[in-house]
């Protein structure tokens, strides 16, 4: 008789974000005339820009001509696209990444789930808490993260690094030795992140131990201040420890239209072994390349039109998350993020509880975010409201929360 | 210090199709002025047809519109898709298949890959021999295979079920006890299959001993013949036992596109454990929905339209074919396949091995095909062609092949 991967009965309940939807679809199911606006999944609004959209139909067009049709992709990506990351992304920012090194993907969530594949099951993992859910549960399918206790809802074999209004949301170097640390920075939920200096410490340590850094910088392009890196690779030494995630989803819209790629440096080894090498096989086994219209629409991310297109697509949400944060504070909330970062991330209000403070915003102000608690226990108590709206919308939700 | 996945490391050299791109490289250096024609790897040549092109168009322009825009797709995909495959796939040939059972996702590939990570580690797999090797390869990756005995090119734990003249490339019930069995009907890559009581024998061995059938349908567009199953939910039973995986690439060009499925019923359980709701959660954890333009391009695929263009589409390759077929039996040799498949499968003449065979076409004719011992041991002294080239390229291969 088959046996399945005991480690999924492990996972507690259901998924953060189904859960939220269930709430709110119940509250309009009993309160059909309620106009309720969504700021609760980190997911975009506005359409495609103008240079991305043209590369679409100009691929798609080409695979409906033989001469021009295009199978099978290259397993890694396309040279037009990997060239073009490794000169807008790496190259002007003066890091040393070479095309052999990008690995196109179908986005980086799937990457961020997926590269724990080619560590060792008694990989010890550490992750900054409150942080994107995916980065343990793949580790919990996986079996390297003990037994989960609900009453402190942390799993046995996972180090948490608390980033909280205590700390400033920095995470501190975790007493006990990691194998394989997970930073996301910028952070999601937190909207917070790290200057270039305290990243570089994190890398001189993560050399020094022996520990792999996977480095998700998804909210890399909405960085506005000096002295916050863009990539981990703006650090001396990143090459020989740290693994980059990055996404097109938020920088350029493509959330429904999937692609993102992952940095392997060459000079990333455990021993002999190169993880480089061992990601290329993971690809070329697991996955068939990403697709050919995708990847056209990526390299329109990079050019000229598309870069400007895409500044003012951000600064859009930027104009939102700013007006979300001062709208906030000017009610006395106390509030974090949305300076580098389309998040806001603000305290609950008294001593409510981050689904306490959910459920009173749903109720009262038809306003759905994310309850903090749902990212990790050093989430609860706050809670997390996305810049991802559309204008008009964020604005009406900031005043119904300013007049509760 | 962080450790890796040993199991990469027995992974025997490099991949089948790396070896053979290399081989043709360094004779294509050599030999500037021959002109190769390709019949080796299963990708298809001919333009997407105007009825998914004009999906995608419209798809893009949808992308372009902020009333029309789609981020996020459900993980598991979007009902218009689910419900035209419900429809034209299972509900007219009989088969109960609801629409909460259908998975959608990048590609039959990724899936027939990842579906071993919802299976205990402990699981014995057992596989057609030859066949697509990334099932074996996924399974060595995930520790389930044992040791690799470059003599035999065998895994000690894995489970060979020959398919040769000999017995008709009609796999025969295992003498050991497999937990999974991975089917590929019709087969790549000997083009053949196997009948409906065949594969009702099937089911009703994997019911009995308790095990699950992984059943690869990639290539069910191209039956021809009566009495040969599309589906495996045309068997009795197999609701309790299977998990079947299809893709876009073959049936409608979709090898660059990216999209496939894969039907996990909700009947299919070990112990109170539903399959279905363990790879609703490894999609949900591990992957962010395939692209909204895919979706639709899918959807056209089972339009009125779509339907008959790709009819036409098969019906040029399955010429194809039947082309290479014939011209091959009239040049003397033994051949199989090609009648539910698009792949011929044929005897390497005399002595020679596969790779004899390979250097010889390559050399003598400038064709380039698959040698069949890349595809499994008993795939020893076969080689494959496919059907997937333009019609003036595969007659003009074969004349090649002819007149050696």
Known sequence: MFTINENYQKLPG??????????????????????????????????????????????????????????????????????????????????????????????????????????????????????????????????????????????????????????????????????????????????????????????????????????????????????????????????????????????AGFTGVRLGYTVVPKELKCGDVSLNGMWARRHGTKFNGAPYIQQRAGEAVYSAEGRAQLKEQIGYYMRNAAAIKKGLQEAGYTVFGGVNAPYIWLKTPGKMTSWEFFDDLLERANVVGTPGSGFGPSGEGYFRLTAFGSHENTIAALKRIQSL
Chains 1, 2 share one sequence.
């Not at 992709?73 to 992304?89: K, M, Q, S, T, W």
């Not at 986005?107 to 099951?121: L, V």
């Not at 990691?178 to 952070?187: S, T, V």
């Open 14 to 251: 259901s998924y953060l974000f189904s859960t939220i939807a269930k709430k709110v679809n119940d509250y309009s199911a009993k309160n059909p005339e309620k106009k309720i606006i969504r700021l609760g999944i980190g997911d975009v609004t506005q359409p495609l820009v103008p240079a991305i959209l043209e590369a679409l139909h100009k691929a798609v067009d080409e695979m409906g001509n033989a001469k021009t049709f295009h199978g099978y992709a290259p397993d890694l990506g396309y040279d037009f696209l990997r060239n073009a990351i490794v000169e807008h992304d790496y190259r002007i920012r003066g890091c040393d990444i070479t095309a052999d090194e990008i690995f196109v993907s179908d986005g980086a969530k799937s990457d961020s789930a997926n590269i724990q594949e080619i560590f060792g099951s008694n990989n010890r993992i550490a992750v900054c808490d409150p942080v994107y859910p995916v980065y343990v549960d793949s580790n919990v399918m996986a079996g390297r993260t003990g037994t989960y206790d609900a009453g402190t809802e942390r799993w046995s074999d996972v180090i948490y690094m608390p980033c909280t209004m205590e700390n400033d949301f920095v995470p501190e170097l975790p007493k006990e030795r990691p194998d394989m640390i997970y930073l996301c920075l910028p952070n999601n939920p937190t909207g917070t992140t790290i200057t270039k200096p305290q990243l570089q410490a994190w890398v001189d340590y993560a050399n020094q131990v022996g520990a792999v850094i996977i480095y998700d910088a998804a909210y890399e392009a909405y960085i506005s201040e000096e002295n916050v890196p863009h990539s981990i690779y703006e650090c001396e030494g990143a090459k020989t420890c740290a693994i980059e995630l990055k996404s097109f989803s938020k920088n």
